[in-house]
């Protein structure tokens, strides 16, 4: 659905989508979305020239909500894989005010690397970083906050418990 001008969906090669929907809100907004990606019960909203990527070979599995907005970045790198009821959120989509009427909860970018496993009802907050090989555990809270690579990170607020990991999609 398109609510604006200029905005720009790229599907790669070999991409599958089902059941999903990518929602334009405002001008200038574009939805990057890689070869190879396998998207299943995706939601995305954009809006106000923000950006979506989703690199090669990452697959969505369940009912996944991207909220991108503000101008804002949400990139999720390559050979990622999502669990059901993932929630990302660039912004809180309403103002909080301090006493003088100035607004304190501006938005923020959300950055995922390569090969990063998202379980399921886990959330992404505005500003959250994760780098690359990590697993963020089910029902696990991510703020505004940058996390290494190599980790499993878990809990409300997520936080690292265990280092030195790497992850599979086979089991062994």
Wanted: glycine share 10%; net charge neutral; proline share 1%.
């Amino acid at each position: 659905m398109n609510h604006g001008d200029n905005n720009f969906l790229f599907l790669g090669k070999g991409c599958r989508i089902y059941n999903s929907k990518i929602q334009f809100f405002g001008n200038n907004n574009s939805v990057m979305i890689e070869n190879d990606c396998v998207l299943q019960n995706v939601d995305i909203w954009i809006s106000d020239g923000s950006v979506i990527e989703i690199g090669h070979n990452t697959h969505f599995t369940g009912t996944i909500h991207i909220a991108c907005i503000e101008g804002k970045k949400v990139h999720i790198g390559e050979r990622c894989l999502f669990s059901n009821q993932v929630t990302l959120r660039t912004g809180d989509s309403h103002s909080i005010l301090d006493q003088n009427g100035h607004r304190v909860n501006q938005a923020e970018d959300i950055w995922i690397g390569d090969h990063v496993w998202i379980r399921q009802q886990a959330t992404l907050l505005k500003g959250a970083r994760i780098e690359n090989d990590c697993v963020i555990g089910t029902k696990a809270l991510v703020t505004g906050k940058k996390f290494r690579s190599n980790v499993i990170l878990a809990g409300i607020p997520a936080k690292v418990i265990k280092e030195d990991i790497s992850w599979d999609h086979r089991l062994f």
